[in-house]
């Protein structure tokens, strides 16, 4: 006998075996944060931290369903992954966004020396940006 099957709607997500997993998604982040999974390497969360990042201790849904799936170390999320543990981190989005601002900055003026050849005239160069 053939066991009735449920509506679509009351279905778990289902994962193919040999599909793609997404392990390092995570739900229900808050919008004043941007997030990143940094590599717990010595001196690399300390680089972080001084920079403004802290430690995500909210409890988040990250990835889907997995073995090896997203745990805790102390308060903090981490994830291993091979021989490499991850530490989930945010940053005030505020802050982010400055300093993404202050590296285009740096861009930016690298590209204008550049367009006005200095540093000798050995040819031209042309610069296109998606601005």
Do not use: H
């Not at 390497?41 to 300390?46: K, Q, S």
């Not at 849904?61 to 091979?82: I, S």
């Not at 966004?97 to 160069?125: C, F, I, T």
């Amino acid at each position: 006998m053939v066991a009735p099957t449920k509506p679509r709607e009351q279905r778990p997500d289902r994962v193919p075996v040999g599909g793609p997993r997404d392990i390092l998604t995570v739900a229900n982040k808050d919008p004043n944060y941007v997030y990143r999974w940094v590599n717990d390497i010595p001196g690399r969360l300390e680089q972080f931290q001084k920079a403004g990042y802290e430690f995500v201790e909210d409890n988040l849904k990250v990835g889907q369903p997995t073995v090896d799936k997203a745990t805790r170390l102390g308060t903090a999320t981490t994830l291993v992954r091979g021989t490499a543990t991850l530490v989930l981190m945010r940053i005030l989005r505020e802050w982010y966004d400055e300093d993404q601002a202050a590296k285009q900055l740096a861009l930016d003026e690298l590209e204008d020396s550049m367009r006005e050849g200095k540093g000798g005239e050995y040819g031209k160069v042309s610069i296109t940006t998606r601005k």
